[in-house]
């Protein structure tokens, strides 16, 4: 639930206790208008949706559109944009997995990231944040230089155990709405490379701890066979005053951007 100009907005309890992903349908399990759209030879595809005003309990009619657009320098690059008609709640993000090895058929241990961050939320049992900002020094959330993600992974740390692994908000070094350079991911063996760019304050890493399912050519995907970096706002924002605010207010315009930058090295 969340508080908006002291009227309290219930929300479906998908991932009791909590809320997670937008709700029992959230805008990745809707449909969505398309359209091809940018120059020949380099199309963008611009996706459209209008969630109205109650739609799983948030308040305002929200128009939302999500531009992909593949570039000739192999940037992937995603424009968020919203405007809604009452005070919302808007907090977008992006939850592909990615495995630069070998298309999920072994972990993703021996990958090498860096994040720019010093800090990431600290959460409870449940993986909620609890509004506390906990240094990454010394911890097994160090990546302020390259590391192999399995490094840590196992620690005995209680941040760690809460997770089964990464699932956690990284607060990053950014000033401001510029693109910035959140995070690198270097595969050892095919020397292939992910830089993520976003005009986003955190990122969540994510290492598929509870993953089990059968995808693209019957690979059979296993726990850490794949990483996430979602750029976002820091989650639950809506109920700690501390973390920078989600809402959008009426006649405003949401925007954000995020780039998955791929390469070799």
């Known amino acids: 639930r969340f508080v908006l100009d002291g009227n309290t907005y219930e929300l479906a ?17 809707q449909v969505w208008a398309a359209e091809i759209i940018g120059q020949e030879g380099q199309p963008s595809l611009k996706l459209s949706y209008t969630s109205l005003d109650g739609e799983e309990g948030y ?18 690059v995603i424009e968020y944009q919203a405007v809604t008609d009452k005070k919302t709640i808007v907090n977008f993000t992006n939850h592909a997995y990615f495995n630069l090895k070998d298309g999920g058929r072994t972990p993703i241990d021996n ?9 990431f939320t600290a959460v409870d ?11 990454v020094d010394k911890t097994p959330f160090d990546f302020t230089t390259l590391k192999p993600i399995g490094k840590d992974i196992q ?20 000033n401001g709405r510029e ?37 693209k050519s019957n690979i059979h995907y296993h726990p850490r066979s794949a990483f996430c970096l979602e750029t976002q706002h820091f989650p639950d924002s809506p109920n700690q005053p501390n973390f920078p605010s989600t809402v959008l207010k ?16």
């Not at 308040?59 to 992937?76: A, M, R, W």
């Not at 049992?125 to 240094?135: N, R, W």
């Not at 620690?155 to 950014?174: M, S, V």
């Not at 992910?194 to 701890?209: D, R, S």
């Open 13 to 29: 309890t998908n991932q009791p206790p909590h809320h997670l992903h937008g709700g029992n349908k959230g805008f990745a399990k």
């Open 59 to 76: 308040p305002g009619n929200l128009d939302c559109t999500v531009t992909y657009s593949f570039l000739k320098n192999n940037e992937l």
């Open 111 to 119: 990958h090498l990231l860096k994040i720019n961050a010093n800090a």
């Open 125 to 135: 049992s449940t993986c909620i944040p609890t509004g506390e900002l906990m240094a």
């Open 155 to 174: 620690a005995q740390h209680a941040q760690i155990k809460y997770g089964n692994g990464y699932d956690h908000n990284f607060i990053l070094n950014t």
């Open 179 to 215: 693109l910035f350079i959140a995070a690198e991911v270097i595969e050892p063996n095919t020397r292939r490379t992910l830089k993520v760019l976003t005009t986003e304050p955190g990122v969540q890493l994510y290492t598929a701890n509870w993953l089990d399912i059968k995808g």
């Open 250 to 265: 009426a006649g405003e315009t949401f925007r954000s951007t995020t780039v998955y930058q791929f390469g070799v090295r």
